[in-house]
């Protein structure tokens, strides 16, 4: 009986330890999961206030202001400038604009000669989009062309006039949808960059810390799965990216924000460096996998320069956020780069040899990340990581060679 519950002669439970550890795992995914949840639910607060009251006013100025009785478009155009990807709304409204105008000018020609029915609306959407497609329009211009047609083809029969009111409502829906967002409700764009960067630069932090820490024990799945977890970074990317061009939109339409300007050069020149840092990171990470399989030689400095990139990340994310100069990521970049020097210098293999690599080139996407042009990040990171020490097996230097640099002070 014992036997049949996993249970040794002394009756302990030999599955109790990994049962344990599984639901242990359990619980934490359920706690990541919820605050993943509660994470996207705070960075599309403002978006749903800002939808709604552009929802309301444009409602309200429609039926009110213009007349319509019916101003069903206004608050649509409003919500769909909103929806779209922050940083591009003021191109949305144009887009929503020259699209129902191409739809209405279709939709009224083709009606005017065919009438309406089924295969007359099957021609006049299939007309729009192609011709839409045809003139280069992008994709929003081809859907709203069509959904306008469809819309003048299956509705004029019964209401006349619904050609002006269709556009206007258009230029209300998109104008009040700016409105809202350029004065009554502009977000604050260095709040939403901190959101939008904060899981970007968690992801690659933990991962480079994950990667120190199966280096330092030779784990190798541990350094396997940093390297899976590191490589589903689109959505963090393409977030964060989108965050940037919102700012910018933001700064550029309300006087409110005008003074953040400046400081959001900073967010905005980092995002490619950024990008850069995540893949090199991945290459580091590919390459400590081998490293390990094929069991080299992991100088102790190794794993420390990984986790002080790892803390350089941390730093520049904190830094950011609070708006001052990222001096304190700088720094610990340098230091990152002096370790790998120090690896290099008591011998690796191969792949080591490349994973030292990858810490220089990730240092300095991180530098220049943190606002220095790129000549001078990669000046910086030569002298830190100091003169290349031939490796045991060949021939010594002469007497006198530089030795392995030391770091430089962490502020």
């Known amino acids: 009986m014992a036997q049949r519950f996993g249970l040794r002669d002394g009756g302990v439970d030999i599955d109790g330890a990994r049962i344990a550890e599984a639901m242990s795992q359990l619980h934490h995914r359920g706690k990541a999961t919820l605050h993943d949840r509660l994470h996207r639910v705070r960075m599309a607060l403002g978006l749903a206030v800002q939808a709604g009251l552009a929802a309301g006013l444009s409602w309200l100025a429609a039926h009110e202001l213009l007349g319509n009785p019916q101003p069903v478009f206004a608050p649509i155009s409003a919500v769909g400038t909103l929806a779209v990807s922050v940083g591009q ?82 230029f209300v829906g998109g104008g009040i949808a700016l409105l809202v967002t350029a004065l009554l409700l502009p977000l604050n764009p260095l709040r939403v960059l901190n959101r939008a960067a904060r899981p970007a630069l968690d992801l690659l932090a933990a991962q480079l810390d994950a990667t120190a820490d ?135 293999g191969f792949s080591g040899s490349v994973v030292i690599a990858q810490v220089r080139t990730t240092a300095s996407d991180l530098l220049v990340a943190s606002g220095i042009s790129q000549e001078e990040a990669n000046s910086w990171v030569r002298k830190s990581f100091g003169e290349l020490e031939q490796p045991p097996g060949r021939p010594a230097e002469p007497q006198g060679a530089p030795k392995p640099p030391t770091a430089p002070p962490i502020g």
């Open 89 to 170: 709304r003021f191109r949305r409204t144009v887009e929503l604009i020259v699209g129902v105008a191409v739809g209405v000018a279709l939709g009224d020609f083709l009606i005017y000669l065919l009438g309406t029915g089924a295969w007359q609306l099957g021609l006049v959407v299939t007309s729009a989009i192609i011709l839409t497609v045809f003139a280069g329009a992008s994709v929003a211009i081809v859907i709203q062309a069509a959904a306008t047609a469809v819309l003048i083809v299956t509705l004029s029969p019964q209401t006349e006039n619904l050609e002006i009111p269709r556009f206007v409502d258009a």
């Open 214 to 348: 199966g280096l330092r024990e030779r784990d190798r799945d541990k350094v396997q799965r940093a390297l899976e977890r590191l490589r589903d970074n689109k959505e963090e990317l393409a977030v964060f990216g989108e965050a940037i061009e919102g700012a910018k939109e933001t700064a550029m339409l309300s006087p409110a924000r005008w003074h953040r300007r400046d400081e959001l050069a900073h967010y905005s020149e980092a995002a490619e460096p950024i990008d850069r840092a995540m893949r090199n990171s991945g290459t580091l990470i590919r390459r400590a996998v081998t490293l390990i399989e094929d069991e080299e030689a992991i100088p102790d400095p190794m794993p420390d320069a990984v986790a002080h990139l790892a803390e350089s990340v941390r730093l520049l994310k904190h830094e950011f956020a609070v708006g001052e100069e990222p001096e304190k990521a700088r720094e610990r970049s340098l230091r990152a780069v002096s370790e790998a020097g120090r690896a290099y210098g008591e011998g690796v």
